[in-house]
């Protein structure tokens, strides 16, 4: 995350913490189960630069309150170091296309690659960087066997 990025998310956390709906919210002890229905998290550091505009929109009466946002992985694992990054889930499609492997057969070899269960349509977002560098690693094995017997 970049030094503005940083900047502009704390700046985020300080409008919805001092939104007049955030207050009623939070005085009512509901804070916590709010973002837990809407974004599958309890705190809002653990949220997105774009989920936290989402919140805004919804403080301020821009966008309806709904329950279950598509959670926005790839602007979360920004936050954590360790975790895949958008150029990596990018590599792992575009060698997953080269093989003409669908969703399925790809989570299939992400599981057995990295061994692990993952059985959502994120999962790819789940993976840690080491793990994404062993599925590349894998797929471009596959993708060299594949070009070598043909």
């Given at each position: 995350?970049t030094?503005?990025?940083?900047?502009?998310?704390?700046?985020?956390?300080?409008?919805?913490?001092?939104?007049?709906q955030?207050?009623?919210?939070?005085?009512?002890?509901a804070?916590?189960?709010?973002?837990?229905l809407?974004?599958?998290?309890?705190?809002?550091?653990d949220?997105?630069?774009k989920?936290?505009?989402?919140?805004?929109?919804i403080?301020?009466?821009?966008?309806?309150?709904?329950?279950?946002?598509?959670?926005?992985?790839?602007?979360?694992?920004?936050?954590?170091?360790?975790?895949?990054?958008?150029?990596?889930?990018?590599?792992?499609?575009?060698?997953?296309?080269k093989l003409?492997?669908?969703?399925?057969?790809?989570?299939?070899?992400?599981?057995r690659?990295?061994?692990t269960?993952?059985?959502?349509?994120?999962y790819?977002?789940?993976?840690?960087?080491?793990?994404?560098?062993?599925?590349?690693?894998?797929?471009?094995a596959?993708?060299?066997?594949?070009?070598?017997?043909?």
């Amino acid at each position: 995350m970049t030094r503005a990025q940083e900047i502009y998310r704390k700046q985020l956390l300080a409008i919805i913490h001092t939104h007049p709906q955030y207050k009623i919210i939070k005085d009512n002890d509901a804070w916590s189960e709010w973002l837990s229905l809407r974004f599958g998290v309890d705190s809002s550091k653990d949220l997105s630069i774009k989920e936290l505009n989402a919140i805004l929109d919804i403080l301020n009466g821009k966008v309806c309150d709904e329950l279950n946002f598509k959670p926005d992985y790839a602007g979360r694992n920004i936050l954590n170091p360790a975790k895949i990054t958008a150029k990596q889930i990018e590599k792992i499609k575009v060698l997953a296309g080269k093989l003409g492997w669908d969703e399925i057969k790809l989570m299939r070899f992400v599981n057995r690659q990295c061994n692990t269960l993952l059985i959502y349509i994120s999962y790819l977002s789940k993976l840690s960087k080491k793990q994404a560098t062993s599925v590349i690693t894998g797929l471009n094995a596959v993708l060299k066997d594949k070009t070598r017997k043909t």
